[in-house]
């Protein structure tokens, strides 16, 4: 662990009070340039740190932390879980350890993002604080066709936690975008991982991004319209990102055990937004105009054409017409 995790980890332990310099010193058998450098470092990420010269330092900004700790004394079978402050994508990270071996279901969780990545390429918002940011590791026994509907399962499983922690109605707009109301706030990445020697998808990372509270200083101009979070400025006494994420994880490892009988994409159905509506397919140079007809059992979106025609979309990306 790194030494400025290790000092985090003293701050949050005595969340909102002042914790000496030379008490973190003994503990950690740092000097006190070596402590000042992690609150440096700490700050940098974007954590905000009093120091009094007197007192020592004190985390500000509430006692919501991530922790392995927190999230595993919510879940009901054991996990592996690691905890970062800071890493460039959740999902890199857990793609990096599956190369290495690892062995699986894993997850990797976050603070901040410094390269979150979103689908198509896009980069993922990913602040300090405001968000989760998770990454499921699995070494599945399924084929390439189980990709579209363990992102269905996840979609699912997200949804319902945001309606197990408020009482906000979740919907899904296809594929991997949660929306409250009308707009999204949450994304999924569900990437492969084949093995160097076999060359065969051996792992799936399921990389999660949820907008838990409105981050400091608002949404960046370019998000502004299109993206919420499940709570404001302040989140409701006694609701934690932890609970959060061990909802969606044990939400999640139920649905995946269900991949071979899925009568959950029955929920998704229900939760989508996209079904019967006029839309706009993007696939890769084509565009073209439809109607959303059936969603799969597989996650495919079945889309009558203007002309009449019908195509399975299992790829690309849809807006809704406003007409
Ligand atoms: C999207 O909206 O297109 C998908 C966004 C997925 C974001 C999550 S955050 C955790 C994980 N790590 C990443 O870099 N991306 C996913």
Known sequence: MKTSDKVLLILEEQCGNFVSGEAIGVKLSLTRAAIWKAVSTLRQQGYTISSSTKLGYKLEGGCDRLSVKGIKALLSEPLEIIHYSEVDSTNTVAKRLAWEG????????????????????????????????????????FTVAMALRIT???AIAVSRAIEELSNEKATIKWVNDIFLGEKKVCGILTEGVSGFESGKLESVVIGIGINFKIPKGGFPKELQETATALYGKKVPQGVTKNQLAAKVLENLLSLLAQLDHPQFMEEYRQRSMVLNKEITVYHGREQYNGVVRHITDDGGLIVTLEDGSERELNSGEITIRKV
């Open 152 to 154: 269905a399962a996840a």
């Open 102 to 141: 690892v062995s699986a279901p894993l997850v990797v969780v976050a603070d901040t993002q410094t390269k979150g990545r979103g689908r198509g390429g896009k980069a993922f918002f990913s602040p300090v604080q405001s968000g989760l940011y998770l990454s499921l590791l699995i070494k599945p026994n």
